[in-house]
Nanobody, 122 residues
Framework: QVQLVESGGGLVQAGDSLKLSCTVS????????MGWFRQAPGKARVFVGD????????RYSDSVKGRFTIYRDSATNTVYLQMNNLKPEDTAVYYC???????????????WGQGTQVTVSS
């Protein structure tokens, strides 16, 4: 069993930066990739980006590419989502997830964090 604990959300202004973290514990050897998703009020949960745990390869959605960066700390089993130049449309609950696959999708994710609110004011 895998547990994910997120932290780092908050209220910021447009153009500000924020960093989220997600620490994995438990059966971490079953997780090959970690990813971030977000869900705005009344909308579906969507992919933000992910990182392959062993190779460090990253993918990003077009909406955050160039502004968000995902990186990992293998020593602490923690993945970070550095968010720069935040926009009001980035407002959402952000979730981290892990997958036994090489990438994380809504279908391959098998464990989720509790979610953390990010609010960006204009």
């Amino acid at each position: 069993q895998v547990q994910l604990v997120e932290s780092g959300g908050g209220l910021v202004q447009a153009g500000d930066s924020l960093k989220l973290s997600c620490t994995v514990s438990g059966d971490t050897f079953t997780s090959n990739a970690m990813g971030w998703f977000r869900q705005a009020p009344g909308k579906a949960r969507v992919f933000v980006g992910d990182i392959n745990w062993s190779r460090g390869l990253t993918r990003y959605s077009d909406s955050v590419k160039g502004r968000f960066t995902i990186y990992r700390d293998s020593a602490t089993n923690t993945v970070y989502l550095q968010m720069n130049n935040l926009k009001p449309e980035d407002t959402a609950v952000y979730y981290c997830a892990v997958s036994p696959s090489l990438i994380v999708t809504l279908n391959t994710a098998n464990a989720w964090g509790q979610g953390t609110q990010v609010t960006v004011s204009s």
